[in-house]
């Protein structure tokens, strides 16, 4: 956690401020929306030469695996229960089920598009962090594999989207949120202030009993300011939450269903603040960010706990918050 301050920014300067920077986002994903944009690439098919007369069968669907790389490997992962995250393009995703965790990656970028995990009380264990930072060697060769020098002297930290914290039950486990293909680029007072908070407060959340889906990423600015070796750093950092019990799924979530979502500024100024400042609605982290998330869920469903905010008083009580519409 960051020191204590003697002085505190005035909240409505910083956040009318990203209110600005959201809505510019929007209006250029709109834009961006336009525009044509090239296919992603497929991996090359393999020739196939059969022996003089040797029969062949080709695979069912049933037993075909998932080409590398497409959101069919990622979407049967129980971490996408509730919904793949969707934005309809997929010429800037890389797709990897990490088994801990689910992401998209942007090689474009070379940060996560989103990251998504289940996180419940087996999750928590005790094993020791293992701060082993690295490239991500599944992703492909034609891939820049980001390092750990692309950070250093950059003025951010390695911000883990999935905790480090979230995986403590193996080593594995542990180790693999170090991967960059589950890292941003922080300012350290939002990684180590609100950010960090609202980890904490999930955690704290799954201790008392509950079952999270979640799913993190962020919001960029076109162009992108980089760091190291073209590696973008977000304008602002997402996070949304779905709350249930241990042993349910997508369909025990219904129009009362508790759900958090928040939007950081990646700013000078956000550690003034704490986490509970940044409530939004998922409605407008899709509109900002175009993605479709908890799209697995009917759409009266989501329609209702999309669109809500829950009380902060409510949340630092520990209640069940029973949300006001935004």
Known sequence: MTASRTRRAPRNSLV???SVVVSLL???????????????????ATPFSPSAGASFAPPS???????????????????VALGTPSDGDPSDEYFIDERSFVLSYS???RVPNWVAWQLDRQHLGHVRRRNDFRPDLALPARFYRVQDSDYAHSGYDRGHLCPS??????????????????IVPQL???NSGPWEQLESYSRARVQAGALLYLVAGGLFSA???TIGNGVAVPVANFKIMVVLSPGQGASDVNENTELLAVLMPNQRGVGEHEWTEYLTTVDAIEQASGYDFLNALPERVQRVIEARVPAAG?????RRPSGRAH
Request: hydrophobic share 30%.
């Open 223 to 225: 162009p992108s300011p």
């Open 165 to 182: 914290a979230d995986r403590k039950d193996s080593a594995e486990d542990n180790s693999r949120t170090f991967l960059f293909t589950n």
């Open 188 to 190: 350290h007072e939002l």
């Open 16 to 18: 009318g401020t990203f």
């Open 314 to 318: 409510e949340l630092r009580a520990g």
């Open 61 to 79: 669907e049933a037993t075909r695996p998932a080409p590398r790389g497409t959101e069919a490997c990622v979407s049967s992962s129980v971490h």
């Open 107 to 109: 090689p474009e970028k």
């Open 26 to 44: 929007v209006v250029a994903r709109l834009a961006l929306l336009q525009c044509s944009s090239l296919p992603g690439q497929a991996p090359p």
